[in-house]
């Protein structure tokens, strides 16, 4: 401790912007970590609340995916002698039309029964409605809202409220305002409760119910009533506590929240990396006055206790700011968050407040404490190895052993062959990500030796270009291997990331591409909700034959998806009219012949699956699917494999006369129309919203509208990974300034030698900018190779954890040529601040320096 | 060719410290002087003000015409490297360049062509007998050999002027001998006004003119 007072601190205060910049890199990884976490933690945490909360009193839900069922699965439950309490639900997420109130969430309740279930206390209501709630349901109009809802929209009993319906936008009259209770505070408050054969009507759901809310009888325990309920169900119905929807929700999101994880983690080694090359530096820098203090008598062990309690205050100091910050910044990213999904996955949620975990944060701030000391811990091994000889000696400390590098090349060579062997086995996990890490250390262990070739490499040409300038900026990088490679390193690391997330994402952009000009064809759709994505709206059966004979339509075909729960992974269930769209969409087979698979699945004898659900859920071609349906397990082989992209985890698709027959449900979500050749696409869309905008509500996107719709989704999605460039880049930057600064110290003299020999300032200048242009380039020779092999993994890490979506290999070329001028000029710019340090100085000091 | 009038130099620090004080001194084109005190008396001080190194605190500084106090960094820079040759107590070569590549880099820094770069800094390699140490990095090269290099690197453009500071102190006295007849060949042959900082008696008795310093005054200003 007196050593740290006596020789730590001062150093701080000395170098405090180099210090501020280290603790930032602690902060920055704490920070992400934290929020990522927090922001994950409280949409969870709002939908389970939003469960728990309109539940009620609901011991179990009994659901089949979100198709729903038929009316009369109520009296088959009702009937079973366990069950105490059984009322059907419909429960849906509608916009409001209210500017920056966004959907509210509908629950269709039997208000008759419901009230067993659940307490509708009005704070205010239509003096009827207080008297006999029956009067309520006479009036299909009707909504109850909550005190939070009417408050923020200035709402009282009798105001209309505009919803957006099956049948368009229709106004509904506040009957009753619900007193603060647990109920109210469902969805942010956005809540309202609506009479469920209005709610059948409005949200087409016809005569279905979405789920019936159970309680068991008294004396029943929750096990023995669901067991009762299942055996009479079957399989084909879910029986679950309302618990269960939080852990669908979850394993809806699983790509997503371990990308959330991947994301955090990768902060957390950026900021490992920051500290790493802080401390290696700081190491560098004070090698004189180690060298002293190991002359003085100091053991190795204080030297290397000198620089862990430096890394062990910055890394608290870094990581309480961070948890602060990281907390800070969690509901704007948890609302963001909320927002993508719901476009996205038609999953509408609200998060109005954050859910701190206490052991997350006490978490984050020993994981970030443990990371800058793990960072600090080989600077701070080498500061205690130091030679008094050697630290006094300029320069000396800078210089690689031939020993410690032929030792790192065995052990990279090591790392690259088990990671090869690995490679065989790469079907296997442990296999596959032991692989990826003994790939990426082998990397990062080779950069200081192949720094310094690049750097003796670079230096002809260099020569040639500035013979003054160029050879010392050049000699400056050959001198210092230490100093330079652990910059370099980072900016490898950090670009091998850029092209992993870069190759990833064009790859990606590239297969949708394709797949929505192979799948996406028709010249517009029609869909009665306010995205294609949301389908808590259907149309009826009819919509076909009303589309269809609306003047210049060719063909319509429509679909019906709903998200089913399928071996415990939400996946897509899609009915198609597969004779129709095989007439127009030339999918891509992964397996079986598209031909083959069309014909089994028109006739029903089959379903095709993509690439992600036999991914995902392990299954190949010829494999039988066991999907529940109301009406029994419906059993179909898969006939083929294709890759398509409508949901992440997977979808089947089946024809539609096979939904019909076992769902008994005709209604659809999305119709697709193409327009007979000739006819202007734009006067027959507007004639199709003529004809049914008196009827439904309609959302008609033409073929580019969807395409672009998509396109925004993913660059919502992706919009994270750009992000993580810039943290990379910034990582980048602050390395470079960091070794510049060290690097114009070391080199104080030789620099006043050039002043004094006729250098003049510019001169100067372009030599610190040379070197900074130097480590740019070689971290982006260095960053490109490592990245392709980054890129390999992160690809198959995608298809194995992320999703299960294969991608091709597409190296990001033009991506890489545009990460040219962008690490080239940043580079630069971190140059500049230390270039200016090297020009400003005293001459005659810098020529005593020593 | 040298004039310096009323010449001082304070260094600012938590106290002020004078380096030298109202230095008046006058040096003729062609002239080899040597200038002489104890440490701590200013004498090297003087070198890199009239080098251009430093700025004085007050007074004037002219260099074959040109007024040093007048200039800035750029400039003065300019001044130096057309008219001054340094030679370092040090020899504060390049360690990362060969004897040709640091004879050869303040010709680089006036962007002559290589061709001509090398075949002066050749001929000069050649002249302070190191034709055979061309290749050689200084820590490969003895110290009498850097400070050739070195000589050879002050003399690249064939200044009118140069500034040796201490050239022999970091060398044994045969080897000092032999740089000091170095020098001596080159001022002959060249023509160069040298300036040599020394508190060694026989290189200043080499000398036509001896200044003497003490406490940042000129105590004595003897001509041979």
């Known amino acids: 401790m007196m050593l740290f007072r006596l020789l730590s601190w001062p150093y701080l205060r000395r170098h405090l912007v180099r210090w501020i910049l280290t603790v930032a890199g602690i902060v920055l990884g704490v920070g992400v970590f934290v929020a990522m976490h927090t922001a994950n933690r409280s949409i969870f945490s709002a939908f389970d609340r939003t469960v728990d909360q309109i539940a009620g009193s609901t011991q179990l839900q009994v659901s089949a995916g979100e198709f729903g069922f038929d009316e009369s699965v109520l009296e088959r439950v009702q009937s079973v002698r366990e069950v105490g309490i059984a009322v059907p639900v419909i429960e849906a997420t509608v916009d409001t039309n209210i500017p920056g109130q966004g959907s509210i969430l509908i629950l269709g309740i039997d208000m008759t029964g419901d009230r067993n279930l659940r307490d509708y206390e009005l704070k205010d209501a239509d003096e009827a409605i207080m008297d006999d709630p029956l009067v309520f349901l006479a009036q299909p109009d009707s909504l109850m809202v909550t005190q939070e809802f009417a408050g923020r929209n200035n709402l009282t009993v009798n105001s209309k409220i505009p919803l957006s319906t099956i049948e368009g936008i229709q106004q509904f009259t506040v009957r009753g305002i619900m007193s603060s209770t647990g109920m109210t505070r469902a969805f942010g408050g956005n809540f309202a409760v609506m009479d469920i054969y209005a709610a059948q009507q409005v949200l087409g759901r016809g005569r279905r119910f979405d789920r019936i809310d159970v309680r068991a009888k008294d004396g029943i325990t929750i096990d023995e009533c669901q067991a009762a309920l299942k055996a009479t169900l079957g399989p084909s119905f879910d029986v679950d506590p309302p618990s269960a929807r939080g852990r669908h929700f979850e394993a809806l999101l699983q790509s997503y929240s371990t990308a959330m994880m991947i994301s955090s983690l990768f902060a957390l080694m950026v900021g490992m990396f920051i500290i790493y090359n802080s401390f290696a530096i700081a190491v560098t820098h004070r090698r004189a006055e180690i060298g002293i203090l190991r002359a003085l008598g100091a053991t190795r062990g204080q030297i290397q206790r000198l620089f862990l309690l430096e890394s062990i205050v910055a890394g608290t100091l870094g990581s309480v700011v961070g948890a602060v910050v990281g907390i800070a910044a969690a509901l704007g990213i948890a609302r963001w968050i909320s927002r993508v999904l719901e476009t996205a996955g038609g999953v509408a949620q609200r998060v109005s407040e954050l859910q701190v975990d206490a052991s997350l944060i006490a978490l984050a701030i020993v994981a970030g404490t443990g990371t800058s000391v793990l960072a600090a811990w080989i600077p701070a091994r080498n500061a205690a190895r130091v030679d008094p000889v050697q630290a006094l000696q300029k320069g000396k400390y800078q210089v690689l052993s031939v020993g410690e590098n032929r030792r790192r090349r065995w052990i990279a060579l090591a790392a690259f062959l088990i990671a090869s062997v690995c490679l065989f086995f790469s079907y296997s996990k442990p296999f596959f990500y032991t692989g990826y890490v003994l790939m990426i250390g082998a990397g990062l262990l080779l950069a200081p030796a192949l720094t310094l070739l690049l750097s003796k490499t670079l230096r002809p040409i260099l020569k040639r270009i500035l013979p003054a300038e160029g050879t010392l900026a050049a000699d400056s990088l050959v001198e210092a291997p230490r100093r330079t490679s652990a910059t370099v390193s980072a900016l490898m690391l950090s670009l091998a990331m850029v092209v992993g997330f870069g190759g990833f994402a064009h790859s990606f952009y590239s297969s949708i591409q394709e797949w929505m000009d192979n799948a996406l064809n028709p010249d517009f759709f029609v869909a009665p909700s306010e995205n294609l994505a949301t389908r808590s709206l259907t149309f009826p059966a009819e919509i076909s034959s009303v589309i269809e004979r609306v003047d210049g339509v060719d063909q319509v075909q429509v679909v019906r998806d709903a998200r089913v729960t399928y071996h415990d992974v939400p996946v897509m269930v899609i009915s198609i009219e597969t004779e129709k769209v095989a007439s127009t969409v030339h999918r891509t087979p992964v397996a079986g012949s598209l031909e083959e698979m069309n014909r089994l699945t028109a006739e029903g004898k089959g379903l095709f699956v993509s690439e992600s659900f036999a991914t995902n859920l392990k299954t190949k071609m010829g494999d039988v699917v066991e999907l529940p349906t109301p009406s029994g397990l419906l059993k179909l082989p898969i006939v083929g494999i294709i890759r398509d992209y409508s949901d992440l985890r997977g979808s089947l698709f089946i024809d539609r006369s096979v939904y019909r027959d076992w769902w008994k449900d005709d209604t659809a979500n999305i119709a697709r129309v193409y327009v007979k050749k000739g006819e202007n696409v734009e006067a027959v869309r507007q004639r199709v919203i003529n004809t049914l905008s008196s009827q439904y509500r309609l959302l008609v996107l033409t073929n580019r509208e969807v395409r672009d719709w998509i396109m925004k989704l993913l660059d919502q999605w992706f919009a994270m990974t750009y992000n993580q460039i810039v943290v990379a880049v910034l990582v980048a930057v602050l390395g470079i300034v960091n070794t510049l600064t060290v690097s114009i110290t070391d080199r104080k003299r030789e620099l006043g030698v050039m002043q004094a020999v006729g250098g003049l300032r510019k001169q100067i200048r372009w030599t610190v900018w040379i070197e900074a242009l130097t480590i740019g380039v070689i971290g982006l020779i260095l960053g490109t190779c490592l990245g392709a092999v980054n890129l390999y993994y992160t690809l198959g890490m995608i298809k194995r954890d992320l999703g299960g979506i294969g991608l091709d290999y597409i190296f990001p070329s033009a991506f890489m040529i545009l990460m040219v001028p962008i690490i080239l000029g940043a580079a630069w710019i971190a140059a500049l601040g230390p270039a200016e340090a090297a020009v400003r100085g005293s001459l005659v000091e810098a020529l005593e320096y020593e | ?224």
Not at chain 2, 39 to 66: F, H, Y
């Open chain 2, 1 to 224: 060719m040298i004039s310096l009038t009323h010449v001082s130099k304070i260094f600012d620090g938590k106290r002020k410290a004078t380096a030298l004080e109202n230095i008046d001194l006058h040096i003729e084109k062609g002239n080899v002087v040597s200038i002489m005190g104890p440490s701590g008396s200013g004498k090297s001080t003087l070198l890199n003000l009239i080098g251009g190194l430093d700025r004085p605190s007050s007074g004037d500084i002219r260099v074959d015409g040109e007024n040093l106090s007048e200039l800035s960094d750029d400039d003065r820079t300019r001044v130096r490297r057309d008219k001054i040759g340094f030679v370092f107590q040090f020899f504060n070569l390049l360690p990362t360049l060969n004897s040709l590549e640091n004879v050869a880099l303040p010709l680089h820094l006036r962007k002559w062509p290589r061709k001509k770069i090398e075949d002066r800094a050749k001929e000069l390699l050649n002249l302070v007998q190191l034709d055979h140490r061309l290749e050689h990095l200084p820590d490969e090269l003895s110290g009498g050999e850097r400070q050739r290099v070195a000589i050879a690197r002050a003399l690249s453009v064939y200044p009118p002027i140069l500034l040796a500071d201490e050239p022999t102190g970091n060398l044994d006295t045969a080897t000092g001998r032999e740089i000091l007849k170095l020098i001596d060949d080159l001022h002959s042959r060249l023509g160069s006004t040298v300036l040599i900082v020394t508190h060694d008696l026989e290189v200043a008795e080499r000398c036509s003119r001896t200044v003497a310093l003490r406490d940042g005054r000129i105590v004595e200003d003897r001509r041979r």
